[in-house]
């Protein structure tokens, strides 16, 4: 459906729910609301995962280090966010698995006593998983651990301990959990800010929104009004209540990205434990290595940056386990995240803030959902649609089913299906692997797109493709070219001077597509390049 006509939809009609925040939380919830039967619209003020959902560490999983706490804590809250994660990490595989997939996970020890410690944890963590584990974990010998995770310093190694957990893209996860609501009926606008809220009789009753494409301004009606906006959350309630108590502290978690000889293809590596008392992962990730994260109280922004002590504390304890010792002069891309943590006034230290989620409702009506992570996302939208049932007293047709409902692209995913994409397409190997993960059962509609002219890369040494540039802006809402080069292709994301390299064949093809003047074509340039030098 095309832009216009979801706007004129969001404007006329009256819905159930409506929806503030286009990350994983929100399309969740309009996912859930328009599969049981609900009117429900969502709408975000920037691009669908502009925000925390694009810049995770990419792990579908259900939080070893939130295990550790749970025990040592007898700490209920965390215990029960591993648990539904790992119940949700298995959902997550099973109705999305062109996008998301097993990863073995090695943790490197050099101490004889960390053998049976981090052993019997991460036999635990099997457990809790039930039958949604993956393949049992085992204790590696130390010439075993060399030989798949080759890059590690060999001296006074002892062993390692080998897990499994998910790994996926998040972006295009939030993007296709998106159409997938769109699919249902739900509708959803990115580039539309809500500026105020309507109430009538002292009861929320809508928003005023902006169009930020269009200009233009008005009132969606709706009984519900739900608040996911993530690091936003106090924003939003405090156009309900300027008094309302912050809910809300937000951290950062800096990430960066290194060539892939870092690490090898298929296996990453936790790192138990920093000098501060974290956990860092190192993974591959798209033919290239990802390193992360931090934890360190932030500013609410809109485009975080990474800052330098961060970026330096990820190389500083890669050297202290690397044979091959990485320098800023390696590092392709670096970007910031921010968490949405509960906000628990007993907690000093962002690491240990809970990140259950937590739903509330003002006195006006206002429903809020707060905190969790993205591996919840669904669960946590099933909790929200519930609540919104039970107290407003909906009889929806359907109950929830999103624990069985194909995320566009999976439903007839083959995952051998790039060897029919050379075959019948011409495409070369990376490009069709890629363009098989990243699209799922529609990849020969966009091998389509290619073999009518659009075959040639966006930058060398990727696979994304221009057919990927059209596909997404006639397809998956991409309105500027940022839009395709970080969450739909994830080029900015893995290789920044790349990304700034195809900004400008980007926006041509952008510009045929949306009728852009060269005024405006250039300007999106102009954006895009500083949203890339300033690391997104």
């Known amino acids: ?38 009117k429900v619209a969502l709408v975000e003020r920037g691009d669908f995962s502009e925000g925390t959902s694009s810049r995770s560490t990419k792990l579908v999983h259900g939080g070893v280090r939130y295990l550790e706490a ?9 215990y029960n966010l591993v648990r539904d994660a790992l119940h949700e990490r298995g959902v997550i595989l099973r109705l999305a698995p062109h996008l998301a997939h097993p990863i073995p996970l090695l943790t490197p020890l050099y101490k004889a006593w960390e053998v049976p410690y981090y052993f019997s944890g991460l036999k635990a963590y099997d457990l809790l998983a039930g039958h949604e584990r993956l393949k049992p974990s085992r204790f590696v010998p130390r010439s075993r651990a060399l030989e798949e995770f080759p890059q590690l310093k060999e001296e006074g190694l002892v062993g390692g301990v080998e897990y499994y957990d998910g790994q996926f893209d998040d972006a295009r996860m939030n993007v296709a959990v998106i159409l997938t609501a769109l699919r249902e009926g739900a509708v ?16 929320v009753r809508g928003a005023v929104v902006h169009d930020r494409l269009g200009g233009a301004s008005f009132e969606v009606r709706a009984g519900t009004v739900v608040n996911a906006t993530g690091p936003f959350t106090d924003t939003i309630r405090r156009m309900d209540d300027p008094d309302a108590t912050p809910m809300v502290v937000t951290s950062s978690g800096v990430h960066i990205i290194l060539p892939g000889r870092f690490s090898p293809p298929g296996t990453g590596l936790l790192i138990p434990k920093t000098e501060d008392g974290r956990v860092l992962f190192v993974l591959p990730w798209m033919g290239h290595t990802l390193a992360g994260t931090t934890d360190e109280p932030a500013e609410l922004s809109f485009h975080p940056k990474p800052k330098d002590e961060e970026i330096d504390y990820i190389l500083r304890h890669l050297k202290r386990y690397f044979a091959l010792e990485p320098s800023r002069d390696d590092i392709l891309a670096a970007w910031s995240g921010l968490r949405p943590l509960v906000k628990d006034p007993k907690a000093h230290d962002t690491a240990e803030l809970a990140r259950d989620h937590l739903i509330s409702e003002s006195d006006s ?13 669904r669960k946590m939208a099933e909790d929200l649609v519930d609540y919104v049932v039970r107290t407003r007293n909906l009889h929806p047709p359907h109950g929830c089913i999103t624990d069985r409902v194909f995320i566009e692209g999976a439903a007839a995913y083959d995952p051998e299906g790039w060897q029919g994409l050379m075959t019948d ?29 659009l075959d040639a890369r966006l930058a060398p040494d990727h696979p994304f493709v221009e057919a990927e540039v059209v596909w997404a802006t006639r397809n998956e809402m991409a309105a500027t070219p940022i839009d395709v080069l970080a969450r739909r292709a994830r080029l900015a994301f893995l290789d920044q001077n790349a990304a700034l390299a195809a900004l400008k064949r980007t926006a041509e093809l952008m510009a045929g597509e949306l009728g852009w003047s060269v005024e405006e074509e250039q300007a999106h340039i102009d954006e895009g390049r500083e949203r890339i030098l300033e690391a997104l």
């Open 425 to 453: 397409f011409g495409l070369d190997e990376d490009v069709a692997r890629h363009l098989n993960q990243s699209y799922g059962d529609r990849a020969s509609e966009v091998a389509w797109l290619a073999a009518e002219g």
């Open 365 to 377: 009506g206002l429903v809020t959902i707060a905190g969790g992570k993205w591996t919840t996302y």
């Open 1 to 38: 459906m095309k832009r216009e006509q979801l706007l004129e939809q969001l404007e006329t009609q009256t819905y159930d729910l409506l929806v503030i925040g286009g990350g994983a939380t929100g399309a969740g919830i309009a996912l859930d609301a328009a599969t049981r039967g609900l």
């Open 188 to 203: 959803a606008l990115n580039y539309v800010e809500v500026t105020g809220l309507v109430k009538e009789g002292g009861r």
């Open 70 to 78: 749970a025990v040592k804590h007898l700490d209920k809250v965390q």
